[in-house]
């Protein structure tokens, strides 16, 4: 099952609790990942990022001392970031509103709810090696486009509020 | 307003080459890698299930204490059902929802409602028999009291209610 393009990804998991941990690191072992980094929390996964090139993260929401949402504002936004496009998968057994949305205004990739399935964790996985997001830059927010879906209805041109500046009608 | 600068993905280094993600993707799809995973959890199930456990005696030693105890339930409803403990996660649900519901409404949670919650998922985590029809019973009985409960709150705090 392990393809070359597998054992060529290195994958950084960001959790507190380590039976959860070890749980997704044996997963993604046995699709054939071999380099996988732990870090209990966020601030110690930025420590790994400046010593370890990392092609993805899978991320917990709630830690401390920093949790998934400051790291990922971390990774997207500050100068020292090593790679401010990197995947960042939030898996998290809360699912209120505002904290998906706060996840989503950070940066987050793609989310994960908790309790996790290999077939969840496994689709997440696919969707973002074989969609790659476009990234945004618009006033304080740097990181993936939040905008998922084209509106069936929508029959318009602009897609953004300032999209009529370049329109040439 | 500053004008959004958009990045596609063929202007920013992706992991790896199309054929490759095409490649991978197709394996991560795939029914033997979803059932090679699945062994793996339920060969991890009973180190986990310890692990269920360690976080349920937090929860334990938590009560009073309804922040700890929102985020120790949490962890709970996260990790229990991927350790087999389908009840215990289920309980543990019960009693998130609850929590998130009173921190709309602004309210304290009923010490009552809560010491019921972290006894049943106490039980359900130490049963025998995970699948019980007891486990059901309870699950749904504690469903019926958190709705019971939020809709008296409800009718103390009405201007948050109409949010």
Same mark, same amino acid.
């Given at each position: !099952?392990?393809?070359?393009?597998? +054992? !060529?990804?290195?994958?950084?998991?960001?959790?507190?609790?380590?039976?959860?941990?070890?749980?997704?690191?044996?997963?993604?072992?046995?699709?054939?990942?071999?380099?996988?980094?732990?870090?209990?929390?966020?601030?110690?996964?930025?420590?790994?990022?400046?010593?370890?090139?990392?092609?993805?993260?899978?991320?917990?929401?709630?830690?401390?001392?920093?949790?998934?949402?400051?790291?990922?504002?971390?990774?997207? !936004?500050?100068? *020292?970031?090593?790679?401010?496009?990197?995947?960042?998968?939030?898996?998290?057994?809360?699912? +209120?509103?505002?904290?998906?949305?706060?996840?989503?205004?950070?940066?987050?990739? +793609?989310?994960?709810?908790?309790?996790?399935?290999?077939?969840?964790?496994?689709?997440?996985?696919?969707?973002?090696?074989?969609?790659?997001?476009?990234?945004?830059?618009?006033?304080?927010?740097?990181?993936?486009?939040?905008?998922?879906?084209?509106?069936?209805?929508?029959?318009?041109?602009?897609?953004?509020?300032?999209?009529?500046?370049?329109?040439?009608? | 307003?500053?004008?959004?600068?958009?990045?596609?993905?063929?202007?920013?280094?992706?992991?790896?080459?199309?054929?490759?993600?095409?490649?991978?993707?197709?394996? /991560?799809?795939?029914?033997?890698?979803?059932?090679?995973?699945? *062994?793996?959890?339920?060969?991890?199930?009973?180190?986990? *299930?310890?692990?269920?456990?360690?976080?349920? *005696?937090? /929860?334990?030693?938590?009560?009073?204490?309804?922040?700890?105890?929102?985020?120790?339930?949490?962890?709970?409803?996260?990790?229990?059902?991927?350790?087999?403990?389908?009840?215990?996660?289920?309980? $543990?649900?019960?009693?998130?929802?609850?929590?998130?519901?009173?921190?709309?409404?602004?309210?304290?949670?009923?010490?009552?409602?809560?010491? /019921?919650?972290?006894?049943?998922? $106490?039980?359900?985590?130490?049963?025998?028999?995970?699948?019980?029809?007891?486990?059901?019973?309870?699950?749904?009985? /504690?469903?019926?009291?958190?709705?019971?409960?939020?809709?008296?709150?409800?009718?103390?705090?009405?201007?948050?209610?109409?949010?």
């Amino acid at each position: !099952m392990s393809g070359s393009a597998f +054992e !060529m990804l290195r994958v950084l998991v960001v959790e507190d609790n380590h039976h959860m941990s070890s749980l997704i690191r044996t997963l993604l072992n046995s699709i054939g990942i071999r380099e996988v980094h732990e870090a209990g929390n966020g601030a110690a996964a930025l420590d790994v990022l400046r010593e370890k090139r990392c092609d993805l993260v899978l991320s917990d929401l709630a830690m401390k001392p920093m949790d998934g949402i400051e790291f990922t504002r971390e990774v997207r !936004m500050s100068p *020292r970031s090593v790679n401010p496009f990197l995947p960042i998968v939030l898996i998290t057994g809360y699912t +209120e509103r505002c904290r998906v949305e706060a996840a989503r205004d950070a940066g987050v990739t +793609e989310f994960l709810a908790k309790p996790i399935t290999a077939q969840s964790l496994f689709a997440r996985l696919a969707e973002i090696v074989e969609r790659p997001r476009a990234f945004v830059r618009c006033g304080a927010y740097f990181g993936p486009d939040r905008r998922r879906k084209q509106a069936e209805n929508y029959a318009g041109p602009w897609r953004r509020h300032d999209d009529h500046n370049d329109l040439q009608v | 307003m500053k004008k959004a600068q958009v990045i596609p993905p063929d202007s920013y280094p992706q992991m790896m080459s199309k054929s490759d993600a095409a490649k991978i993707s197709r394996i /991560l799809r795939s029914s033997e890698a979803v059932a090679k995973g699945a *062994r793996v959890i339920k060969d991890a199930g009973q180190k986990l *299930r310890a692990g269920v456990r360690e976080y349920v *005696r937090e /929860l334990e030693d938590a009560i009073g204490d309804h922040q700890i105890t929102s985020e120790k339930a949490h962890d709970i409803r996260g990790f229990a059902e991927t350790a087999g403990l389908r009840a215990t996660g289920r309980i $543990a649900d019960g009693l998130c929802r609850y929590f998130e519901e009173l921190e709309k409404l602004d309210a304290a949670p009923d010490g009552a409602v809560v010491t /019921l919650h972290v006894s049943a998922i $106490a039980r359900a985590a130490h049963a025998e028999e995970e699948s019980s029809r007891m486990n059901d019973v309870v699950v749904k009985e /504690l469903a019926a009291l958190v709705s019971h409960k939020l809709a008296e709150t409800k009718a103390l705090h009405p201007r948050k209610n109409s949010n």
